[in-house]
């Protein structure tokens, strides 16, 4: 079993920055995949970034360029470093990985975009 907490949302003016961290529980954090996810209210929840064991990424088109994810294997810790923010971007941001065919989810941190 996987535990996840995430932190580091808040508000933030369009062009600002935000970094999100996602501390996870367990032994095996280096040899899992990790991912943020994002949900706007009305919309269907999206992948932002997948970060590998072999630290190979993949991004959502519209945030490539901007954000950049990471991890810390010795701190069991994701990371979603958020550049040149937009008001689109703002949502509740999810961490979240799989382990024996069993996906985990963090609580979320709000990430909210606005002049």
């Known amino acids: 079993q996987v535990q996840l907490v995430e932190s580091g949302g808040g508000l933030v003016q369009p062009g600002g920055s935000l970094r999100l961290s996602c501390a996870a529980s367990?032994?095996?954090?280096?040899?899992?995949?990790m991912a943020w996810y994002r949900q706007a209210p009305g919309e269907q929840r999206e992948m932002v970034a997948t970060i590998r064991s072999d630290t190979n990424t993949n991004y959502l088109p519209s945030v490539l360029g901007r954000f950049t994810i990471s991890r810390d294997n010795a701190k069991k810790t994701v990371y979603l470093q958020m550049n040149s923010l937009k008001p689109e971007d703002t949502a509740l941001y999810y961490c979240?990985?799989?382990?024996?065919?069993?996906?985990?989810w963090g609580q979320g941190t709000q990430v909210t975009v606005s002049s």
């Open positions: 979240k990985t799989t382990l024996y065919n069993t996906d985990y």
């Open positions: 367990g032994s095996i954090f280096r040899l899992l995949t």
